[in-house]
């Protein structure tokens, strides 16, 4: 049982037919399909590819090479970097519900000004899963909460979104990023080329640049699965010396939308022009 093709919103799909989303929240919300997170879908074109590995799929052949190189060069930093994100994430989530938590020793000088920003929100909606009974048709039987877009063309993608709430009456959409080095909302036009101070805002800016797309996916998300239309968004980024914070506008939010929409449509186009060869196939 699926949503059929030309149909309707996610949200409209709970309200008028929950059925279909409860049998998809009886089974795990993701799956891995070519070394890539995908995610369970109630859409007739099956599971659909995550926010992060559409914009990974759809980097530049530089940008992936770097990357490739410094994984090579810094054993062990990407899997290092996956679990300090988890443990503060899981921190950030459990003190956004009152609940208890440890920071646990080695990651403590990452949740310094944490809390701080965490108190901003007045109201809380999210915090990696739904806090209201009225939006559990997001989650999955294995815990995972996600929101489901499309485009025009009906081309999926899915996204889990970190926090979801109400700061000074706007609905606010936030991200937490945890870091070595700090993130960078400006080119560093201003700096030596080549220079370590110049390499790390490049780098900071690249990662805010890439944090402002998936908050134009989940946004997009949000409005069809939630039927909330996102205010303002925000980037928290937790490293060792500081922690910041990156406001963006909904006038912003519209651009990285944009942006995220024709990521969108270059990502099916690359499938749909993909050949495989398989020699048992005709």
């Given at each position: 049982m699926v949503v059929d093709k030309n149909d309707q919103t996610i949200f409209k799909v709970a309200q008028n037919n929950p059925e279909i989303l409860k049998k998809l929240n009886n089974k795990p919300a993701r799956i891995t399909i070519n070394g890539k997170r995908h995610y369970e879908t109630p859409f007739f074109t099956g599971p659909a590819a995550s926010v992060t590995a559409i914009i990974s799929?759809?980097?530049s052949q530089q940008s992936k090479r770097k990357l490739e190189m410094?994984?090579?060069?810094?054993?062990g930093m990407k899997e290092a970097a996956a679990e300090r994100g988890t443990a503060i994430h899981s921190c950030m989530e459990q003190y956004l519900k009152?609940?208890?938590?440890?920071?646990?020793?080695e990651y403590q000088e990452f949740w310094g000004g944490m809390e701080s920003l965490l108190n901003q929100f007045d109201e809380v909606i999210w915090a990696?899963?739904?806090l209201y009974d009225k939006h559990k048709y997001t989650l999955s039987?294995?815990?995972?909460?996600?929101v489901w877009g499309q485009d025009e063309e009906e081309r999926p993608w899915v996204g889990s979104p970190d926090i979801i709430g109400v700061v000074k009456n706007k609905l606010t959409l936030a991200d937490l990023k945890t870091s070595v080095k700090p993130y960078s909302r400006w080119w560093p036009k201003n700096l030596e080329k080549g220079t370590v101070e110049w390499r790390n805002l490049l780098g900071g800016y690249m990662k805010f640049q890439k944090t402002c797309l998936q908050l134009g996916a989940y946004a997009l998300a949000i409005e069809q699965t939630l039927n909330m239309k996102v205010q303002q968004a925000a980037i928290l980024v937790s490293t060792p010396d500081k922690t910041?914070?990156?406001k963006i506008s909904r006038n912003?939010?519209?651009i990285c939308q944009e942006k995220w929409l024709k990521i969108v449509a270059e990502y099916y186009d690359n499938l749909n022009n993909?050949?495989?060869?398989d020699p048992d196939l005709i």
């Open positions: 799929e759809t980097a410094w994984a090579k060069n810094n054993p009152k609940e208890k938590f440890d920071v646990p020793k990696e899963t739904p039987s294995d815990g995972i909460g996600r910041q914070l990156f912003h939010l519209d993909c050949s495989v060869y």
